[in-house]
């Protein structure tokens, strides 16, 4: 099935830096939205976008939806040990319902 | 805090074996989620339920057999298994509007389920 393209696939990175992080897709999305996962959990709503050019914020997080409504950022500031664990964006597809398409993931390291 | 509960959380079973995973949605929503989380792959959807009724099954194997008795309830029926099934099993709801689940998903924490 269709996939979105998440990246980058790993990031290692010291603690108080900022991180950057997209996915895109050569479809157009309704929704995008943002999930955090810890090993042995299941994945953490951090952000929902539901219009174009949206941009929202949760703490540190801030997420945009692009405005071609193919891409979606992901940017986490000053982070810290606990940010630690794997990002996986998801998509709505125009017309897919209730269907979501998961990105792979991008697994962030936060050295102390 | 999810508001969507699993259990068991860790499940170890023979090829032979019969079990069941359940979840629980404690959100009002009204569509459910089961979906297989392997290594090293992205999310796969197994079963969607939408006011009680099967509204997608992707293809999934009939060793695998879900169950809705109601909105907040769902099951997964396991039987005669394979290893490759072994993988993280999550279950998600969303609100659900109609006929369609448009909303966001919120997820359980998972079953890890090791099939010997």
């Known amino acids: 099935g269709q996939q979105l393209n998440q990246s980058p696939q790993s990031m290692f990175i010291q603690e108080g830096e900022d991180v950057s992080m997209n996915c895109t897709s050569s479809?157009?999305?309704?929704?995008w939205l943002w999930y955090k996962q810890d090993p042995g959990e299941g994945p953490v709503l951090l952000i929902a976008?539901?219009?174009?050019?949206e941009l929202t914020s949760n703490g540190r997080l801030t997420a945009q939806f692009g405005i071609t409504r193919k891409d979606s950022f992901l940017n986490i500031s000053a982070s810290i040990p606990s940010d630690v664990g794997i990002y996986f964006c998801?998509?709505?597809?125009?017309?897919?319902?209730?269907?979501?398409?998961f990105g792979k993931g991008t697994l962030l390291t936060v050295n102390p | 805090e999810t508001g969507v509960t699993q259990t068991p959380r860790h499940l170890v079973m023979g090829m032979t074996n019969k079990k069941s995973l359940k979840c629980e949605q404690h959100?009002?929503?009204?569509?459910m989620y089961w979906y297989k989380q392997s290594a090293k792959k992205p999310l796969e959807l197994m079963f969607v339920?939408?006011?009680?009724?099967?509204?997608e099954n992707n293809s999934v194997p009939s060793r695998f057999s879900p169950e809705c008795p109601n909105s907040s309830h769902l099951f997964l029926h396991l039987h005669t298994l394979q290893p490759e099934d072994s993988a993280l099993y999550l279950c998600?709801?969303?609100?659900?509007?109609?006929?369609?689940?448009?909303?966001?998903?919120?997820f359980g924490p998972g079953t890890r389920l090791t099939v010997l």
């Open positions: 998600a709801s969303s609100g659900g509007r109609g006929g369609y689940s448009t909303d966001t998903q919120y």
């Open positions: 479809s157009i999305f309704n929704t």
């Open positions: 976008l539901y219009k174009a050019g």
């Open positions: 998801a998509g709505q597809r125009e017309g897919s319902n209730y269907k979501l398409t």
């Open positions: 959100l009002g929503h009204n569509a």
């Open positions: 339920y939408n006011f009680k009724e099967q509204t």
